[in-house]
């Protein structure tokens, strides 16, 4: 398992030659040049889990899931223990199994055969429905593990919205973030089902110094503030589960918070320029805020201008979504851009921001996006119409699997 | 009814060709169970090597079993080819204290037992003599379960051929009420055996096939679904005595070449899993019985077909594959108990369900999933039962 050898999705079929049936095709598709040319790997295991500090991956398929009624302990026990060793496999780019036998279905689905890694990284976390009295996991449930509550400027559509478990796949290569989560539920199918799934093309959360700031759908640098993975009295200040929490086994892990933001595309697209920029608070080209010159330049919220009004309005998304402005608050943005096609009923783009955030109490992210979701002047764009929490556990050690880390 | 899928089964047709020397029977390596092996081999993972105990055994199904006992620099054991080039199955993250295996198929021939990071870090492994039972042919339990199934066969195109007999009499007759009370009674022997009429191509067409499959041309619609489009859409019998005659030809037809099929264990599991998987495709979605809603009927024909092929193979996957039997006899209980919820008497044209335009989306999702926890835990078994 030292190995980090990519080229082991070479041997798909063990032993040249002894599949008579279906075995050539395979062989050609491994021998073919990579799909990607990213041949990085984020290592599985470590103290935190992958996905969180790490450097935000350009795209991301995510998935919840719901265990199945009548699943017992031992039952989901086994498949997340299963789950882990076929995550760490994949994020070494090898397959989830090899086939030795063409007589059976094939272990691993496939498409990701000749694919490389691509910084795969598999996040997995807990929502509040799982630790009910279904597996005798509520003596392991944090406190600050509950449903959230009603927020401003929402509308959720249940088909988008909670879950028992939810997997964040991210990689560079969209077929290899895909065939993580298909293949994770594949072999979870009679335990677990799918409860929704999202596919998000391009990241809009910056976690690294060495990144630049994306855009989102708006065409706005809506991350330049966000904590990077290597501001470590950041992270432990805000996002990594500490000593404070009440179940230790949860401590350097994160709670999630999962909002899927519809964007109204054809609206924003009509609104002038100044306006767009008094809504963010940033110009839209430089991303620098209102007050500066450049991306980086620390707003100043205090300033005014000549009639008396700030510079960056009182209702600017930066201004009430900043730490100064939240006595301190802090969470980390790791969101993607999506989109689900056209709007059945309006005929318009149905996509939006697919906001994915971490921190060591979802009490943070209730209290910003209380006063966000009252006054945010981005409220007129916006509507959050999915939403998820989920409790995410820390690493593992490579002799650790996600069932008995849960089942302790 | 195929939706351009190549035919599983190939009875009576073609064989498949499978020479596979080795078969994991462990879907996972990973998850560290084995099963149900003719022999066991410790392999013992230590800063020195790992030999395998026994280090010869005999061909047939083997169950490594593997420990880490104290090799900090050691942490997986694999079985290779005897040059090391492939990897036949494995056991990763083994720290010390830790215990794990696979389990396989060999035949005769050496192999190596290989653990990365050890003092020595190859061991041989060899497999002596010819496979127990190289053929299916030589286990009595799985002779009988094709012979079993092949009546199975024969007796529902029977039945399929006397129901559509009476269901073509009362739309000889005119009897509009009594023809639609008959139609799915005549369809279920037909969705219990459906994969093998499905090798025929042409013929399930001719019987079972939908207006947009594979033709959108209004004379080449025939069969069960034209009729039923007759009767539930346009509300008239009229072409329907010529419709019916020609259905009966073609059962007739397939009839005559059940008959003579042969069939296989592997081919019988595989089939199983077809009928979860048209039950999955067609029936969740309404779509195969979209004028009359009759698709209750249909899916417990799927149902019966898949429990049939189980119930055959029983007595040799309790051997064999218990586990594997378990999960497939667990699904099937979740399913029909979300299908017994959809039970009335006499129910919906006395069918014994409800009308399924009558059941939800969401319900439909969740009868959904249960098929298709089903179907996957069915199509773990074919391995168990071919060479």
Redesign the interface.
């Known amino acids: 398992?030292?190995?980090q050898n990519v080229s082991?999705r070479g041997?798909l079929l063990?032993?040249?030659g002894?599949?008579?049936?279906g075995g050539a095709g395979y062989a050609v598709a491994a021998s073919q040049s990579t799909n990607t040319s990213d041949a990085g790997v984020v290592p599985f295991y470590g103290a935190n889990q992958a996905g969180i500090a790490t450097t935000a991956q350009n795209r991301l398929a995510y998935g919840t899931l719901n265990v199945?009624?009548?699943t017992s302990a031992a039952d989901l026990r086994?498949l997340l223990?299963?789950w882990s060793?076929?995550a760490?496999?994949m994020t070494r780019g090898e397959l989830?199994?090899?086939?030795?036998?063409?007589?059976?279905?094939p272990?691993d689905t496939g498409e990701a055969v000749g694919s490389l890694p691509a910084n795969l990284t598999v996040t997995i976390g807990y929502g509040p429905d799982l630790f009910d009295d279904r597996f005798g996991l509520a003596p392991r449930r944090p406190r600050a593990l509950t449903q959230l509550p009603a927020l401003p400027n929402e509308d959720l559509d249940p088909s988008y919205t909670g879950g028992d478990i939810a997997i964040q796949a991210c990689s560079d290569d969209p077929l290899v973030a895909f065939h993580t989560v298909r293949n994770l539920a594949?072999?979870g199918?009679?335990v677990v089902?799918h409860n929704w799934l999202e596919l998000g093309f391009g990241r809009t959360a910056t976690t690294s110094a060495t990144q630049a700031t994306p855009r989102n759908l708006m065409g706005f640098k809506d991350g330049t503030r966000n904590i990077l993975g290597s501001q470590t009295t950041l992270m432990n200040d805000h996002v990594w589960i500490g000593a404070e929490t009440d179940q230790p086994w949860l401590r350097g892990g994160s709670y999630q918070i999962v909002r899927r933001i519809r964007m109204f595309i054809e609206n924003w697209d009509r609104d002038y320029l100044a306006d767009q920029q008094n809504v963010f608070g940033r110009q839209k080209t430089s991303g620098a805020p209102l007050t500066g010159s450049q991306e980086t330049d620390t707003p100043d919220f205090t300033a005014r201008s000549a009639d008396g009004s700030y510079v960056i309005p009182a209702d600017a998304h930066i201004r009430l979504a900043a730490h100064e402005t939240n006595d301190g608050l802090r969470i980390l943005r790791r969101g993607y851009s999506y989109t689900d096609g056209i709007d059945p009923v309006s005929g318009t783009l149905a996509g939006g921001l697919f906001f994915i955030a971490y921190m060591k109490n979802p009490a943070q992210f209730i209290t910003l996006q209380t006063g966000l979701g009252a006054s945010d002047a981005l409220n007129e764009y916006i509507t959050h119409t999915g939403s998820a929490l989920f409790a995410c556990p820390p690493g593992l050690t490579?002799?650790q699997?996600w069932g008995d880390q849960l089942f302790g | 009814m195929n939706h351009g899928r190549i035919p599983v089964l190939t009875a009576g047709i073609a064989t498949?060709?499978?020479?596979?020397?080795?078969?994991?029977s462990t879907?996972?390596?990973?998850?560290?169970t084995s099963s149900g092996g003719d022999a066991a081999v410790a392999v013992t993972l230590t800063p020195q090597g790992c030999a395998p105990s026994p280090a010869k055994v005999a061909a047939g199904h083997i169950a490594f079993n593997v420990t880490n006992k104290n090799a900090d620099a050691v942490?997986?054991a694999e079985l290779r080819?005897s040059d090391g080039?492939?990897?036949?199955?494995e056991q990763?993250?083994?720290?010390p204290g830790?215990s794990g295996g696979f389990s396989?198929s060999l035949q005769a021939g050496t192999y190596q037992i290989s653990c990365?990071?050890a003092a020595s870090s190859t061991a041989t492994f060899t497999v002596t003599g010819a496979k127990a039972g190289t053929t299916w042919q030589s286990d009595a339990r799985l002779t009988a379960a094709v012979r079993g199934y092949a009546a199975y066969v024969t007796t529902n195109v029977n039945t399929l051929i006397s129901n559509t007999q009476a269901f073509c009499d009362a739309i000889d007759a005119g009897d509009m009420a009594r023809a639609k009370l008959l139609y799915p009674t005549a369809r279920v022997p037909y969705e219990r055996v459906e994969p093998v009429a499905e090798i025929w191509g042409d013929l399930d067409t001719a019987i079972d096939g939908r207006w947009e499959n594979p033709v959108t041309v209004a004379s080449q619609f025939v069969g069960f679904h034209r009729i039923e489009q007759l009767m539930w859409e346009d509300d008239t019998l009229t072409g329907a005595p010529a419709l019916c005659t020609g259905l009966l030809g073609h059962e007739r037809q397939l009839l005559t070449l059940v008959t003579s099929a042969t069939y296989s264990p592997?081919e019988m599991a595989a089939g199983a899993t077809d009928l979860i998987n048209e039950a999955a495709t067609a029936k969740i979605t309404g779509e195969e019985d979209r004028y009359s809603n009759v698709d209750f009927i249909d899916f417990t024909g799927n149902i019966d077909g898949a429990r049939e092929v189980v119930t055959l193979l029983t007595p040799y996957l309790k051997a064999v594959a218990p586990s594997a039997l378990t999960?497939v006899a667990?699904?099937l209980a979740?399913l029909e108990s979300q299908l017994s919820t959809y039970k009335r008497s006499p129910g919906y044209d006395d069918t014994g369900f409800v009308e399924y335009s009558t059941v939800l989306d969401a319900q439909r999702r969740q009868l959904s999933?249960a098929v298709?926890?089903?179907a996957?835990?069915l199509?773990?078994i074919?391995?168990y039962v071919?060479d």
Do not use: F, W
């Open positions: 398992m030292e190995r082991r041997l063990g032993a040249a002894t599949l008579a049936a199945v009624d009548g086994d223990n299963q060793g076929a760490a496999r989830v199994g090899q086939d030795t036998r063409a007589d059976t279905p272990v594949r072999i199918m009679g089902e490579v002799s699997r | 498949l060709g499978l020479v596979a020397s080795a078969c994991s879907m996972s390596a990973s998850t560290g942490s997986e080819s080039s492939h990897i036949l199955g990763e993250n083994l720290t830790l396989l990365p990071g592997l999960t667990a699904r979740t999933a298709n926890a089903y996957e835990a199509s773990k074919s391995t071919s």
